[in-house]
C-alpha cells in the first residue's frame, strides 16, 4: 500500500512505518534518559540535571529536516534532536550529567560544561577543520538565555556569503550556500534583547535561519503573561512577516504534540529557508515539562492541578504513542515491548556509563593507597596519613578531588621528612595534577600549530623615497591587499560599507570587493558580533567592527560569553577566529574616549587583545592574525587616523607579532610601560625629562592578552630598577594588571629600588573638550611630574623637589 506521508512525498506503509517507529525509539529513549537523569542527580551522582522531556516530538521533525552541512545553535532542551542525528548516545548523555572529563565518553564539552550543553566537533586533532559538509553540526551551546541567538545569524549569513562571492575555497563548508542554521530557544527568552536584535537583523539580511522557539508557557516558574506581549511571539512577530511587496519573515505556528502537523511545517521551513535564502519562525506551541524546569526545584510550586493535568494529557510522547495507536503502524502490546526494551537499554547504557567515568579514577586509588601505607610507616604522623588513607579506601568511586586531597593532605603531614617513599608520593602527585590539570584548564586559546603567537614577525619595509601619509591610508592599503589576497575575509559594522567607515580606513574598498564583503550593517553591536562568531565558525574569515571602543559594551556579553569561551568550553573542538575592529582610548567626551582595558581584559580571557600605538602596527596585526586561527580585538587609536606615518611598500606581508612589547625609547633610569594613544604623552614627557637629567625607558606593551610573553619588561627593570605603569584606563585598571604581571610573573621586585606605581586616568568618565580630557586622563605634565617624584624621592640631592 502507498500512501502519503505529512511532506506530500509518496512512500510504502511498511517503510513509513519504519520511521515512525524509529522516531518513536528515539522519543521513548530521550525521555528514559530524562526520567533516570534525574533520579541520577537526586541520588548524588550528578550535580544538576536539565533535560529536554516535553519537548522530543518537534525536535524529530527538526532532525528530519536538518541536513549534512547545516548547523544548530540552540538550548539545553536539544537532547532529542541530538539524539535524532546521531550525534548524542545514551552514553554520552550520561558521561555529560557525570561531567566526565574524557572528550571520548562525553563528545559534547568534555565534561566543562553542564549536561544539555550540546556540541558537535568541527576540527581535527591538530586543529585543522574536518569537512563539515559530511557531517551534521552542532554549535556549541552557552547557558546565558539567548546567547545562541547572535551566533546564529552568523551561522546562516555564511550560506549567503558561500552562494553570492565568487573565488571563496568552500569544499569543507558549503554547497553553494544551500545550508540552514537552525536556531532553538525557549519562549521565556525571546524576552530578551538579544532575539529581538537577531529577527530584526535576519530579516533585514535575508538568511536562511530557521528559528524554534519552545514554547512551554514557562520560563522556570514564571508565566508567559510575564514575559511576552499578548503571550504570543508569532502573533507579536506578525509585523515581521513576508508579504508579496516586502521581503521579511516566514512565521509557521504549530503544535508540538502533533507529530504529522510538525514534519510538514519542517519541511515547509526547510524548502523556503535552502532555496530562497528566507529567515523563518516555527513558534511550537503546547509544549510541556513533565518533570519541570530542572533538578533545582518542583514545578508544583507554581502550575496549578489544571495545568499539570493538561500537561499529563498533551504531553507530546504521549499523545504521538495515541497517534501510532491509532494509525496503525503499532499496537498497544507491542508498543509496551518496546518501551521495556528501551528503559533496559537505558539502564545499561547509563551504568556503562558510569562505569567509564569511574574506572580510571579507581584504577588512581588503587595506586594511591600502597603510596600512602609506605610514607605512614616510617612517619611520626603515621596515624594521621593511614587515617587519610582508609577514608579514601572506603569511598566506592572515588573523584580526583578526593583522591588528590589524600595525597597532597598526607604530604603536609611529611613536612620536615625525606624518603624514598615520599620522593615517590611527590612524583605521583605531580604526575596526576599535572595531567588532570590540562583536562580542566587546556585549549582557552588555540594549541594547533596555527595560533596566533606562533605567527612570525615580518617588519614593515619602505622604499628609500617612501611618503609620510595620513596614518589610514595605511590600513586602507593594508586591508585593500587583504581582501585581494583572501577572498574568504570580510569585513562590516555600521557606516563600514559605502563610506569606508567613520575614518575612512576602507575608503573605495567597497566599489571594488562588492557590498557583501565590505558591507553596512544595522546599529546592532552584539549581532555585529555574532555574525563575526557564526561565519568564523564555517571557515570565513570576517572582521567585525565596532565604531567606537565605548559601544563595544554592547556586544561585550556575546564576546565574554560566547566567542571567549568557545575553544575552551569545546576542549579545542570548534574555533572561531574572528578579528574584531574597535577604535578607542581619548578623542572627546564621555562616549568616545574610553578606554575600559581593565575590563575587557578581564572578561575575554580567550581572545586576543591588541593595543597597537599606530596604524602601521595596527596594520600588522590584521596580517598576523589571517594568519592565525584565533580571535582577536584589535583598538587602533582614535586620535591617530590623521597623524602621519611612513608608507610601507608591503602591504598585506609585514605582521606586528603577538605578545610581544617593544622597547621605543632606551634610557637608564626608569622603566616606562605603557600602550596606545598614552604613549605618545609618555614620550612627550620623556623628552622634557631628559632636560631635567632623567632618561627614561619607554616600553610599549603592545599586546594586553596576552603580555609580554618573552618577560622583557623584567630586563629593562633590571637595568632602571625603577618602574611606572601608565595608561588612561580607570586607577586600578589595566595598569593595575600590567604591574601585577611585572611584579608577579616577572619578579620585577626584586630589582626595584623604588615603589612600583601606576598613573591612569580618574576613576570617571572622561570628560568633554579639550579641558575635559586634561582633567580626566594623564597629560604629559602628569607623566612628568610623576616620574619627576619617584626620582626625587630616591636622590633629593640629585633631583631637588619640584614644589
Ligand atoms: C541571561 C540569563 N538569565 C537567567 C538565566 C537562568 N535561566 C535559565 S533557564 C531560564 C528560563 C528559560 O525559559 P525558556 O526560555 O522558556 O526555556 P525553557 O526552560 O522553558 O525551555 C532562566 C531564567 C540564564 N540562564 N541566563
Ligand atoms: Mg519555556
Redesign the pocket.
Known amino acids: 500500500m502507498q500512501i502519503e506521508t505529512p511532506s506530500k512525498i509518496s512512500i510504502s506503509f511498511e517503510d513509513f512505518k519504519t520511521e515512525v517507529l524509529k522516531d518513536y525509539k528515539i522519543a521513548v529513549t530521550s525521555r528514559e534518559c530524562s526520567l533516570l537523569g534525574r533520579r541520577e542527580v537526586l541520588t548524588g551522582k550528578a550535580k544538576f540535571g536539565i533535560f529536554g522531556d516535553g ?1 522530543e516530538i518537534p525536535q524529530l521533525a527538526l532532525a528530519k529536516a536538518f541536513k549534512n552541512g547545516d548547523f544548530r545553535s540552540g ?3 536539544d537532547q532529542t534532536f541530538m539524539m535524532a542525528i546521531g550525534a548524542l548516545n545514551i552514553e554520552s548523555f550520561f558521561a555529560g550529567l557525570y561531567a566526565d572529563s574524557s572528550v571520548e565518553n562525553e563528545p559534547m564539552s568534555a565534561g566543562r560544561q553542564m549536561g544539555g550543553h550540546f556540541g558537535t566537533h568541527s576540527l581535527n586533532e591538530d586543529g585543522s577543520w574536518r569537512n563539515l559538509m559530511q557531517q551534521k553540526n552542532s554549535s556549541a551551546d552557552t ?5 545562541q541567538m547572535p551566533r546564529l545569524l552568523g551561522l546562516a549569513q555564511a550560506s549567503k556569503i558561500y552562494r553570492n562571492v565568487d573565488g571563496i575555497d568552500a569544499e569543507k563548508f558549503s554547497d553553494n550556500g544551500n545550508e540552514i542554521a537552525w536556531g532553538t ?6 524576552s ?1 534583547g538579544h532575539f529581538w536584535e537577531t529577527i530584526n537583523a535576519a530579516g533585514v539580511l535575508q538568511v536562511p535561519m530557521v528559528i524554534s522557539v ?1 514554547d ?1 508557557e ?3 516558574s514564571v508565566h508567559a503573561r510575564h514575559q511576552t506581549t499578548k503571550e504570543n511571539i508569532s502573533e507579536i512577530l506578525k509585523g515581521f512577516q513576508r508579504d508579496e511587496e516586502n521581503k521579511g519573515f516566514e512565521i509557521i505556528v504549530v503544535n508540538g504534540w502533533d507529530y504529522t502537523a510538525v514534519i510538514e511545517a519542517y519541511e515547509k521551513a526547510a524548502e523556503i529557508a535552502r532555496d530562497l535564502h528566507v529567515p523563518i519562525l516555527i513558534h511550537v506551541r503546547e509544549l510541556t ?1 513533565p518533570q519541570g ?1 530542572s533538578t533545582s526545584g518542583s514545578q508544583e510550586r507554581y502550575k496549578n492541578e489544571d495545568r499539570l493535568a493538561w500537561e499529563r494529557e498533551f504531553d507530546c510522547n504521549v499523545k504521538f504513542r495515541e497517534w501510532v495507536i491509532q494509525n496503525n503502524f503499532s499496537t498497544q502490546e507491542e508498543l509496551e515491548t518496546i518501551d521495556q526494551e528501551i528503559k533496559k537499554q537505558v539502564r545499561d547504557g547509563k551504568k556503562a556509563a558510569w562505569l567509564a567515568y569511574t574506572q580510571p579514577m579507581v584504577k588512581k586509588q588503587k595506586e594511591l593507597l600502597p603510596l600512602l601505607d609506605n610514607v605512614a610507616s616510617s612517619s611520626d604522623n603515621k596515624d594521621a596519613i593511614l587515617s587519610l588513607k582508609n577514608e579514601l579506601s572506603e569511598i566506592k568511586d572515588p573523584i580526583k578531588k578526593e583522591i588528590l586531597m589524600a595525597a597532597r593532605k598526607s604530604l603536609h603531614y611529611l613536612i620536615g621528612s625525606e624518603s624514598g617513599a615520599k620522593k615517590q608520593l611527590i612524583d605521583w602527585i605531580d604526575a596526576y595534577t599535572s595531567g588532570t590539570q590540562r583536562d580542566f584548564s587546556s585549549n582557552l586559546y588555540s594549541e594547533s600549530n596555527q595560533n596566533a603567537l606562533s605567527v612570525k614577525e615580518v617588519k614593515p619595509s619602505y622604499s628609500n623615497e617612501a611618503r609620510e601619509v595620513d596614518a589610514r591610508i595605511i590600513l586602507r592599503d593594508n586591508f585593500d591587499k587583504i581582501f585581494e589576497t583572501h577572498p574568504e575575509a570580510l569585513i562590516f559594522g555600521e557606516d563600514t560599507g559605502k563610506i569606508g567607515d567613520v575614518n575612512q580606513g576602507l575608503e573605495g574598498l567597497q566599489n571594488k570587493y562588492g557590498s557583501l564583503r565590505v558591507a553596512d550593517t544595522g546599529i546592532r553591536e552584539a549581532t555585529i558580533l555574532g555574525q563575526g562568531i557564526g561565519m568564523a565558525m564555517r571557515g570565513l574569515r570576517p572582521i567585525a567592527e565596532i565604531q567606537y571602543l565605548d559601544y563595544i559594551l554592547y556586544a561585550l556579553q556575546t564576546m565574554s560569553d560566547d566567542l571567549a569561551t568557545l575553544q575552551y568550553r569545546t576542549k579545542g573542538k570548534q574555533k572561531a577566529p574572528l578579528i574584531v575592529r574597535t577604535r578607542g582610548h581619548r578623542l572627546e567626551g564621555i562616549w568616545h574616549s574610553g578606554s575600559p582595558m581593565g575590563a575587557l581584559v578581564h572578561l575575554l580571557r580567550g581572545i586576543h587583545i591588541l593595543v597597537p600605538r599606530n596604524m602601521t602596527k595596527a596594520a600588522g596585526f590584521y596580517n598576523t592574525l589571517l594568519e592565525g586561527d584565533e580571535p582577536a580585538l584589535i583598538i587602533e587609536c582614535l586620535n591617530g587616523y590623521r597623524l602621519k606615518e611612513k608608507l610601507p611598500n608591503n602591504f598585506g606581508e609585514f605582521k606586528t607579532p603577538i605578545g610581544v612589547v617593544e622597547t621605543i625609547k632606551e634610557g637608564t633610569d626608569i622603566t616606562l610601560v605603557s600602550y596606545g594613544s598614552t604613549l605618545r604623552l609618555v614620550e612627550e614627557a620623556a623628552r622634557d625629562l631628559k632636560e631635567v637629567g632623567i632618561h627614561a625607558e619607554i616600553i610599549d606593551v603592545q599586546s594586553l592578552l596576552p603580555l609580554d610573553i618573552n618577560k622583557d619588561i623584567v630586563k629593562s627593570v633590571e637595568k632602571t630598577n625603577r618602574l611606572l605603569v601608565i595608561d588612561e584606563d580607570v586607577p586600578g585598571g589595566a595598569s593595575a594588571y600590567i604591574l601585577q604581571n611585572i611584579l608577579e610573573v616577572q619578579n620585577a621586585y626584586l630589582h626595584l629600588d623604588s615603589k612600583p606605581q601606576t598613573l591612569t586616568a580618574k576613576a570617571h568618565r572622561p570628560s568633554y573638550g579639550t579641558d575635559g580630557d586634561y582633567f580626566s586622563k594623564p597629560s604629559a605634565e602628569d607623566i612628568f611630574e610623576k616620574i619627576y617624584g619617584i626620582m626625587n624621592e630616591s636622590d633629593p640631592e640629585k633631583y631637588p623637589a619640584l614644589k
Open positions: 519537548k538550548y539545553y532542551r547557558s546565558p538565555t539567548a546567547s530557544i525557549g519562549n521565556a527568552s525571546t530578551e519552545w512551554d514557562y520560563g522556570i515539562q524546569h
